[in-house]
């Protein structure tokens, strides 16, 4: 008797089609990077302990901005800035504090992850598409914010002037 052949769930798409010989195999899908923040959903992403703000990748959580008397490096938060870095910022109800490198430091440079949107969705047979967020020039406004599944819209305001 043959087995039932497996169902991918809601995370994961099909892979591989099953056969008369094999089972379906399925693979997670893809994870768009997402800024998260208080007002996030929990079961959309959550951030790390200290961490006001961060941005969900498929395999980390990165921190943009700490909380509770904490100094932002690297996308961690630090209780205190290690050596060869000084804190910088009261921060307002102790919030966006830095750890900044002191003259003469040698350090590398942190690359933050991308934000993206989901382009395409995904289906039982394919993953999702992700693409990266646009970012307006200096002299264009912001228009319209990304959302999960929207780019951000920029743009020239125009005025009407009527005579």
Not at 5 to 34: D, H
Not at 77 to 88: E, I, K, R
Not at 91 to 118: H, I, K
């Amino acid at each position: 008797q043959c087995a039932p052949v497996r169902q991918c769930t809601q995370y994961e798409c099909e892979w591989m089609a099953p056969t008369w010989s094999s089972n379906r195999l399925c693979r997670p899908l893809t994870r768009c990077v997402t800024e998260c923040d208080a007002n996030s959903a929990p079961e959309d992403c959550s951030c790390p302990q200290d961490c006001l703000a961060c941005r969900e990748t498929q395999t980390e959580r990165v921190c943009t901005r700490c909380q509770n008397g904490r100094y932002l490096l690297n996308g961690v938060c630090l209780a205190t800035c290690p050596p060869g870095f000084m804190g910088v910022g009261d921060g307002a109800g102790m919030l966006d504090r830095v750890c900044e490198a002191q003259p003469n430091t040698t350090t590398t440079s942190f690359v933050w992850p991308t934000l993206q949107y989901e382009q395409l969705p995904a289906t039982p047979t394919s993953d999702r598409a992700c693409a990266n967020v646009s970012v307006c020039q200096s002299w264009e406004p912001e228009l319209q914010g990304p959302t999960a599944t929207t780019d951000r819209r920029c743009g020239t305001t125009t005025t009407t002037t009527t005579t």
